[in-house]
């Protein structure tokens, strides 16, 4: 049977570039994109596009049966520093367009399901260098609450009901074609748009807060390999971790000035260095190289190369 893909949330920081790589995979109008409000011009003109509202359970299914979707990629999700300000709206949001998901996928509606976890589902509890798969989980934030929720329900809709989903914990993601969109790792990006247009960046984490990271290629590759891997390799459904870069902004920084050497930084911590010393500041991945072969591809220095040329 032919592959018919919906992404829910496919105007956000991943959702925008997996839209865009699924379609190059499955071609144009076997991908439909959809989201709250309109996506960017390249989403809306390559393919299908559908304004849908994750919490509307049953306008998922419609666009579900209309179009024959085999596979969800559900990326819709109130980030981290946004669902501190809004924390019940964040909690609805990331539980409600789950169960609504998995609900399809129980009844048989759909046959696989993406749901992203991340980094945040750990606490200030958490080990902090080389965080194992399996650890103490106790997240400090509306955020990693609804993440680590998520995980466990996943979990029990796969034990239960047999639903085949699958998940990663993303670390911070760096992307050059979409903005920031109210992560406590967007400073990442955030630092590349600052140095280009001004040589000078005010940091919102202190300079020696180091936090997973990993550039959006990376990621992509990750979110589409576990999708394809066969469900025997897949031993963990609750979520894997992933790791490809771990830096903090000093470090960052001195890659940025090997390309831009007049570029300064200064710190100037807010609410959110609360938020990221409750994280890792490193993840050990070994599970899921091991069971369907993740392997990153790209570092530092060619992260910011890319970030740079890309960005000028």
Known sequence: MEKRILIIGASGQIGNELTMYLRNMYSNQNVIASDIREAS??????????ILDAMNAKAIEEIVTNYKITDVYLMAAMLSATAEKY???????NMTSLFNVLNLAKDKKIEKVFWPSSIAVFGPTTPKINTPQHTIMEPATVYGISKQTGERWCEYYHKRYGVDVRSIRYPGLISYKTPPGGGTTDYAIEIFHKAIENKKYTCFLNAQTALPMMFMDDAINATVNIMLAPPQKIKIRNAYNLAALSFNPQELAA????HIPDFTINYKPDFRQAIADSWPA???????????????????????????????
């Open 41 to 50: 011009s390249i989403v809306m003109e390559s393919g299908p596009f559908e």
């Open 255 to 258: 890659s940025i000035q090997k």
């Open 282 to 312: 490193s993840i050990d991945d070994a599970v899921a190289r091991k069971d369907w072969g993740w392997q990153h591809t790209i570092d530092l220095d060619k992260m910011t190369k890319i970030m740079i040329d890309n960005l000028k």
């Open 87 to 93: 924390p019940i709206k964040g909690w609805d949001l």
